[in-house]
């Protein structure tokens, strides 16, 4: 059941559901550390912990006002890319703990010839049914189900 066509693209945009899934964690984070028997200084460290950690995640992955946040994803002859506005296509190569399920699509990949800086560590990447119209997510989780050599590395 695959398409003999091997081009596909979508783009998608923030999401209301990941955003208040985020605030809801944050603030259940920041709930039971004063809940902790440890000193002040331990939940002073920890509230900024949490400021810190969404100072980070927010813009990249949540919001995606960054310029490194990935907003669209196509598979071409040459393999699957993602799409940043920092470094326009990127091939990735996406890995097998995928999940493409009705309500959210979890990409894991890895960046192909990303700088060793950065190592070949594996990443996510979330996007929800919201972030894209809904005939296009189903697009998505069945592209990504039943792809030829889905988790190939591009050549």
């Not at 979508?10 to 955003?19: D, F, H, K, N, Y």
């Not at 190569?93 to 960046?111: H, I, K």
Request: proline letters at 5%.
């Amino acid at each position: 059941m695959s398409s003999q066509s091997s081009r596909f693209e979508c783009r998608w945009q923030a999401s209301r559901l990941l955003l208040t899934a985020y605030w809801v964690a944050q603030a259940l984070a920041l709930f039971s550390l004063f809940f902790l028997d440890v000193s002040w200084w331990v939940r002073v460290l920890g509230a900024i912990a949490c400021l810190v950690h969404g100072c980070w995640a927010l813009p990249q992955f949540i919001v995606l006002s960054s310029p490194a946040a990935f907003t669209g994803l196509r598979r071409t002859v040459d393999g699957w890319q993602l799409w940043s506005d920092r470094g326009g296509w990127q091939a990735v190569q996406l890995r097998r703990d995928s999940l493409a399920l009705p309500l959210v699509v979890v990409l894991r990949f890895r960046v192909v010839n990303e700088p060793r800086r950065f190592g070949r560590r594996v990443r996510g990447l979330c996007i929800p049914s919201d972030a894209l119209a809904p005939e296009e997510h189903r697009r998505l989780r069945v592209r990504l189900k039943f792809s030829r050599r889905r988790w190939a590395a591009p050549e």
